[in-house]
């Protein structure tokens, strides 16, 4: 049975926006009470599991996702995570390396609001998604390999692992899921999310729970089931997501 000092970290069940405040707690081995809400089918993909309790939590900003943390209540995901860095001493260990990992945490943000607009947004799924994939994507690519190659040691903040870590590897591993690239321009990357998998704190969850929950929502026009990297031998036009 939950004790009412157990952290309630509310959302939708996919990974989206919480699963990095997920991965820490996990990483952390925090026992947390994962609240799940549910969309309705389509074509209405109903909110109603969350609308009819969204305004009686006592959030003083009603949103998904949401972390109720004894009587401190918070919505926003970075807001959350940060909260979360603090908590676990995860903000690193003084203010320059804080403030780099706001950045990190930002910087990742604008990217996965940039991927959103392709998987939600996009009128023309197959062009625009294939604009991402050809020209967005490695702009951002290319500024994450050279802050590695810059300021990153084990991980992306010296060799203890931060609340950015867990933001920017899921951020950039929905656009990998999405990629019909195999990034080999970039084994900074490559290598830091492989060493991310391997943490044996997250191995378990990373290979169970997390793999079988969607990026994103069923409405959406790509990720709403659980999907797998295409591998590059694959020409862009036959690449395809699958779904499993
Ligand atoms: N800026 C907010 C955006 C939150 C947001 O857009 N939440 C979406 C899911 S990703 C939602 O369905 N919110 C529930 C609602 O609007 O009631 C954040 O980063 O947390």
Aim: glycine share 4%.
């Amino acid at each position: 049975m939950a004790s009412k000092d157990q952290l309630i970290l509310g959302y939708w069940n996919i990974r989206g926006f919480a699963e990095p405040s997920r991965l820490l707690l996990h990483y952390t081995k925090t026992s947390f009470n994962n609240k799940l809400y549910n969309f309705g089918d389509a074509p209405d993909y109903k909110r109603e599991e969350w609308l009819k309790e969204k305004n009686s939590l006592g959030l003083d900003f009603p949103n998904l996702p949401y972390l109720i943390d004894g009587d401190l209540k918070l919505s926003q995901a970075r807001t959350i995570l940060t909260h979360l860095g603090r908590k676990f001493k995860l903000m690193g260990s003084n203010e320059r390396e804080t403030s780099l990992i706001e950045l990190l945490i930002d910087q990742s943000n604008d990217l996965r609001q940039e991927l959103n607009n392709v998987c939600y947004r996009a009128i023309n799924f197959e062009a625009v998604s294939k604009k991402f994939c050809d020209e967005t994507l490695p702009i951002h690519l290319k500024l994450f390999e050279d802050f590695l190659n810059h300021h990153g040691k084990k991980w992306l903040i010296g060799d203890q692992l931060t609340a950015a870590d867990f933001q920017v590897f899921e951020y950039l591993d929905h656009c990998w899921l999405l990629s019909t690239d195999n990034w080999a321009a970039y084994p900074k990357i490559l290598a830091y999310m492989k060493a991310f998998r391997e943490l044996p704190e997250l191995k378990k969850y990373l290979e169970s729970e997390h793999a079988k929950r969607p990026i994103n929502g069923k409405m959406a026009k790509f990720g709403g089931t659980v999907v797998q990297h295409e591998e590059a031998a694959n020409t862009a036009e036959d690449a395809k997501p699958t779904a499993t």
